[in-house]
């Protein structure tokens, strides 16, 4: 099994910028696969960034040049970083992974970027 917690949310202005931190319960030197999702009010979760053991990333197109996702496998933690925050980056924010074929989530963090 692994615990997800998230934490770095909270209320930005537009153009600000926030880290969040994902802390996993275990290692995750080999957790392949390791990302961030968010989800705005009456919408539909949706995926932000993901990042494999390898390095590799993976970003939606309306973060893309804002947003950096990394790993830390010695903390067991992955970070997003969100820059030039925008109001409509406001959402929950999870953090997700597979494991040995069981998807796992965290319980989110509230970003709400202020115009």
């Known amino acids: 099994q692994v615990q997800l917690v998230e934490s770095g949310g909270g209320l930005v202005q537009a153009g600000g910028s926030l880290r969040l931190s994902c802390a996993a319960s275990?290692?995750?030197?080999?957790?392949?696969?390791m990302g961030w999702y968010r989800q705005a009010p009456g919408k539909q979760r949706d995926m932000v960034a993901v990042?494999?053991?390898?390095?590799?990333?993976n970003y939606a197109d309306s973060v893309k040049g804002r947003f950096t996702i990394s790993r830390d496998n010695a903390k067991n933690t992955v970070y997003l970083q969100m820059n030039s925050l925008k109001p409509e980056d406001t959402a929950v924010y999870y953090c997700?992974?597979?494991?040995?074929?069981?998807?796992?989530w965290g319980k989110g963090t509230l970003v709400t970027v202020s115009s």
């Open positions: 997700n992974t597979y494991h040995y074929g069981t998807e796992y």
């Open positions: 275990r290692s995750i030197f080999n957790i392949n696969f």
């Open positions: 990042i494999t053991s390898a390095g590799s990333t």
